[in-house]
């Protein structure tokens, strides 16, 4: 595996900053991981990206993008005037134009209100094409914080009951935001065999049952648990046989810049014995 | 060769319940199963060992999948999450409105069935009353 990326000239920040708040309302489903790659991903195009964790208390970004050790300071030290934003902002170690604001990890949700998130985001602004906000799960305090300053949201969801749940949830709240322009789900964990044999809802099921727009699928990959890993996104990975989800999230990056990109299909190509299987229905191991 | 048992098995029948929603073809199962079926009923009768637990069994097409099932619970679930109405709200509502009815018409108390159904962007709420008769009918 090789992890050179390699970054277009940083483009020159023309437009204005879109503020984008990853959320989900279910824990565990993939909001850091996608914000991690889904931010990795527009930096690679080019993008001046900040990441900002505020799962104060719970932090996990700095893990998955491997910026554990470097964190000095933290968002709430830029809130309570310890530091300067700039000094608490961590600067990736392979994309120069990507940085994150770490949450705190010794304090609490109640450390922070929503608007000294958005006056934090507001600088942010001044410097970057986008602000990726990840939000903890729940739909208190937390969520409160993350959404203050956003203007678009990406509702990750996998294709499991409490999931898809917890994100109607979660678009009921977005829905009631002003300030949230429009927002759109990242599907996770897509199990294109189970859809196949009907063991599981399907891309189409959960979009109409959301009723929502699909900004991208993510397949179900290893090799996801593999860069947690290793803090290196896989969105950077780079060779001749990245995984699956790589290019799941690069195109989901390109899509959030403007990008028209279809969505991937990731069926495999049936085998002989599926076709057996299909002719007659037969439910090998489980009968 | 054993003795067949006097008091047989049903032989091995598709069943088609929970199909609700799917095409007539879908229900009845491609023509292949059933082949298959007649098949194997003919192949394995009914008390023969194999016919108990096989990988080759005969599995129903047309049977509720976990994907039905799973959209099947998470409509009625987020119905009642859009409506924030809990079972228990809805249980006193009914009751409630057996009892303003119950002024201007005699109707069936247990009869009165309400419930929510999804439309296209809406819930609606659903009351079903039979009515016995109009309370001043005989005056």
Request: net charge neutral; aromatic share 4%.
């Amino acid at each position: 595996m090789t992890t050179k990326s390699t970054p277009k000239d940083p483009k020159n920040k023309s437009q204005a900053c879109r503020v984008i708040v990853v959320t989900s309302g279910k824990g565990g489903v993939g909001k850091t991981t996608s914000t991690a790659n889904i931010g990795a991903g527009l930096a690679r195009m080019g993008y001046k990206v900040a990441l900002v964790d505020t799962d104060i208390g719970l932090r996990n970004l700095d893990i998955l993008m491997g910026l554990e050790n470097r964190i000095v300071y933290n968002v709430i030290d830029v809130v309570e005037d310890r530091c300067k934003l700039n000094q608490a902002l961590v600067k990736d170690k392979r994309l120069p134009n990507l940085s994150l604001l770490p949450a705190a990890q010794t304090r609490d949700k109640s450390a922070l209100d929503p608007a000294q998130m958005k006056d934090v985001i507001e600088q942010l602004k001044k410097e970057c094409d986008f602000v990726l906000v990840d939000s903890p799960a729940g739909i208190e305090q937390g969520f409160q914080i993350a959404v203050a300053a956003a203007t678009e949201a990406i509702v990750v969801a996998t294709p499991e009951m409490s999931s898809v749940r917890d994100a109607d949830r979660i678009i009921g709240l977005l829905e009631t935001k002003d300030h949230i322009e429009h927002y759109k789900l990242v599907l996770n964990r897509v199990r294109p065999d189970m859809m196949r044999t009907n063991d599981m809802m399907d891309v189409d099921d959960v979009i109409e049952i959301l009723s929502i727009k699909l900004l991208g699928l993510i397949p179900e990959d290893k090799d996801i648990i593999v860069s947690t890993n290793r803090g290196e996104p896989v969105v950077l990975w780079e060779g001749q046989k990245v995984p699956k989800a790589t290019q799941a999230y690069r195109n989901i990056a390109g899509r959030i810049a403007g990008e028209d990109i279809p969505f991937m299909d990731f069926d495999v190509p049936e085998t002989w014995m599926d076709k057996v299987k299909n002719l007659l229905r037969i439910n090998a191991g489980v009968a | 060769m054993t003795m067949k048992p006097d008091i047989k098995p049903p032989p091995f029948k598709p069943t088609t319940t929970g199909t609700a929603g799917k095409s007539a073809a879908a229900q009845e199962g491609h023509p292949l199963y059933h082949w298959w079926v007649d098949l194997w009923n003919k192949l394995w009768p009914p008390e023969h060992p194999a016919s108990a637990a096989s990988p080759f069994k005969p599995v129903n097409p047309a049977k509720v999948t976990a994907k039905d099932d799973a959209k099947h619970r998470l409509r009625l679930v987020l119905m009642h999450d859009r409506s924030q109405l809990s079972s228990g709200q809805i249980e006193s509502m009914r009751d409630e409105l057996v009892e303003v009815i119950s002024k201007y018409v005699e109707i069936d108390r247990k009869s009165l069935d309400l419930y929510l159904e999804q439309e296209a962007d809406t819930i609606a709420l659903v009351a079903n009353i039979s009515v016995v008769r109009r309370k001043d009918a005989r005056a």
